[in-house]
């Protein structure tokens, strides 16, 4: 396997175990909330609790960030994010209930999201690794860095890609020399360089994607310790994730009515959403429809939603249709798939909206 490869292959192994990680607390936060939101009532909903928690959260920070701007009570912001975010409390919980409900079960949910977010830092160290390899960040560094050996490292960037790895041994050789890019190109160093950076926005700060020298010894850890702990998922020829690749490639070639459209639409061409529409094949008088408004809540919660819904619907085995919307300002992309279990499309819808 040469090294262009190990990259793909690395980099999509940490992604599916991102995705495996955030079902795995959702499902958790899930149970520890159950008493408390009934969800036995609530249904699929139950599942979403996690991420909306995550972006009320998130506001209540930038709030306590914003205070000096006599921002309204952040408790009735969160509030109405909340409200909004549940579509109204689900059509079940009044909106004073259901922001004590949020209340007390921050918790259980502020422990759930520690456990989180120590296994995204995790993604995100070793992810970094693979950042010299981008021309974005590599120009960028190069224009805002000097001195900036960009064509030595360009030069090491082709041989890594080119290296062929047939071991484990040599798979750790390799790791180290993709640490070493790293060191070389991602890692500001005061003592020797200077910013010359040309946006008045970012004065004073390291260009992006870059990082201190004293951030350097935690990438270090991070990336062997994950390099070694998954050595042999790396080195497979066919792991789990090329074998289910291969059979969503397999699906879509024998369905014979998926076709794809571009187009502009004529209403607002600000914005980007992502629109999924699912419906058992035999019976089309049940739909499902559910909207997102950026395309990483969309990887991380569709298949969940696209598998509770076949629960719901006690279909999960039969076949399925779906149509895919994406837009991006104005333009517009459809895709329309069919004739796939409902495990089979959710895992089929999800790499779709990772091409967008």
Known sequence: MDGSK???KIQSMVKVQGRELHRKFCQEFASLAESQFKSGDLGVETNLLFDIFRKCRREESSLEWGQNRREPDAGDLVKDLLWRETKGGWGRIPKDELYALYIDSRGDFESVLSEFNSSRSRAT????LFRPFQDRYLSQWATSVSPYPRDVL???IASIRGTVVHDKIELAIWAEEVFGLFQEAAVFYPEKQ?????NPEREGKLPLGMISS???RIYGQQWRLWIREFENQIMSTQDKDDKLGESIRSQLARNEEIHFTQGTPKGD???KDFEIEIFPELDETLKAKRTWDDKESAILQLADWIQSIGAI???????CRARIRARNGSNVSELSVKALNFAEMSSVTTKVIETF
């Open 6 to 8: 190990l990259i793909a």
């Open 125 to 128: 160290h070793v992810l970094a």
């Open 194 to 198: 200077v910013i010359i950076q040309k």
């Open 214 to 216: 004293q951030s350097l």
């Open 269 to 271: 061409s600000q914005g």
């Open 313 to 319: 619907w006690n279909v999960e085995k039969m076949p």
């Open 154 to 156: 360009e030069s090491r």
